[in-house]
């Protein structure tokens, strides 16, 4: 179920020498959050404005970026004391926006009735993740296709060109996604009802 978000602790525990070079620096959280976005917008751009392979480059090394950052917020607000309501809707938003962005980039490139369902359906999982948190449950993130997933697809895309299959399988992947992380917050909040009940 965790897909490639179950090499997060892995990956993490690489930027340490970074999340520490910014805490000494006092870098805000709020910044590698909108730094985020700012490689997604390059990445979408890069997919738009150059034919393939010469966009795999650009496109990859931008949503690299654009992954550390979103790796990097979080840990770094909580490193430093730093963590607030207001930075945790921020990074929200940013994953958001970055998500849609890249998604943006295919639009040149794809019928634009694929683009928006591929926009929709990456939306989904966070959507659940984040309604099963307001109702008490854990935050549950991976999955077939999840965020990391998401930017391989774009990575393959701009490298092979095949933008319709890449959306297809993106699409119908964050959507089984959805459906998984729904299936296990409604058996993980049905058992908290039954034990609360037993009270």
């Known amino acids: 179920m965790n897909g490639l978000y179950a090499l997060k602790p892995w990956y993490a525990a690489r930027l340490g020498g970074i999340r520490g070079a910014l805490a000494r620096r006092e870098v805000s959280p709020d910044a590698l959050t909108a730094a985020g976005v700012l490689a997604a917008a390059g990445a979408a751009a890069a997919l738009a404005g150059l034919p393939a392979p010469l966009a795999a480059l650009p496109v990859t090394a931008l949503l690299a970026v654009r992954l ?59 959507w659940v993740a984040l309604a099963g948190t307001a109702a008490g449950a854990p935050r549950r993130n991976g999955g077939p296709v999840g965020k990391t997933e998401r930017c391989l697809l774009a990575a393959v895309a701009a490298a092979t060109g095949w933008a319709v299959p890449a959306l297809a399988v993106l699409a119908a992947g964050s959507a089984l996604t959805a459906a998984l992380r729904l299936a296990w917050l409604w058996r993980e909040l049905g058992a908290r009802d039954t034990a609360e009940a037993g009270r």
């Not at 550390?68 to 979080?74: K, S, T």
């Open 68 to 126: 550390a950052c979103a790796n990097l917020d979080g840990a770094l607000a909580r490193d430093t004391g730093r963590c607030t309501r207001r930075g945790t809707v921020l990074n929200e938003a940013g994953d958001r926006a970055a998500d849609l962005l890249v998604l943006a980039g295919f639009l040149p490139l794809a019928p634009l009735w694929l683009v928006a369902l591929a926009a929709l359906a990456a939306t989904l999982p966070s």
